[in-house]
Structures are given as C-alpha cells and as structure tokens.
C-alpha cells in the first residue's frame, strides 16, 4: 500500500552558489552528520561532484516531504530526514524527529512503513524520488 509519492528536481548550480554564500551555516542548518560526511568526503574531487552530492540530498528531503503530506512544516524540519545507504549501497532515508512522527501517523496499525528512494543527477540537474509505503507487520518471534 502506498502512503505517501514525492519527487523533486533541484538546480545543482544553485546549491553551488549557495555553498560558496553560506558554506557552514547551509550545511549544518539542512544536512544531518552522515549526509556531510559523504558529500565531504569527496572534497579532493571537483566543486561540481561535491555540490552534486548535496544538490541530491536537498531533493530527496523535499520528495520526503512531500511523500509525508507536509512539506517542510507542521514539526517536519531538514535535518529530520537523512539519506543514508543500506549495506548493499541502496539509498533510503532516515527520518528522526518530526518527520518520525508523521510517518507512524500515517502508518495504519498492523504495518511497518518503507521508504524507497532513487537519487540521480545530470549537470546541472539533480533528482529524488520518493516512495513510502507499508507493508504488513512481521509476526513477533516466540
């Protein structure tokens, strides 16, 4: 069953001018430690793969805010939302805080909820999809 779709398209030369007028204040304020880590991470390559990097992150937040039904309102805050990896290195996000909240809201009694994410970039475009739905409760182990 699907709860929520969300998709955005950010401009990744707009996320480049924002890094180079706010840097720190930018990054701290929207992107949660583990998204910093990866996009920092590729430092010694260029500006471009580095603003790329964040550009994708900033979409997959929106698209997650948008899959939740409040966009970035009713206690939804940037940092709420994370993309992290899953081992075999499938993107999904982590939500935390009110983003949290919203999901267990709108997840009906008797099913887990599941996040599917798709990230993709084409200078000087960046995209997200999201995905959320729920899928029945796995049986507790006795």
Partial sequence: MILGLGNDLVDIRRIERTLDRFGGRFIERVFTETERAKAEGRQGEAHRARAATYAKRFAAKE????????????????????????????????????????????????????????????????????????????????
């Avoid at 698209?63 to 990896?85: E, P, Q, S």
């Avoid at 995209?127 to 729920?134: D, Q, R, T």
Wanted: charge should be positive.
């Fill in 63 to 142: 698209a997650c805010a948008k899959a939740l039904g409040t966009g970035l309102r009713r206690g939804v805050f940037w940092r709420d939302m994370g993309v992290v990896n899953l081992p075999g290195g499938r993107p999904t996000l982590r939500l935390t805080g009110g983003a949290l909240a919203r999901l267990q809201a709108i997840t009906p009694a008797g099913m887990e909820p599941v996040i599917h994410l798709t990230l993709t970039d084409e200078y000087p475009l960046a995209e997200a999809v999201v995905i959320i739905s729920a899928v029945p409760a796995a049986a507790p182990q006795t």
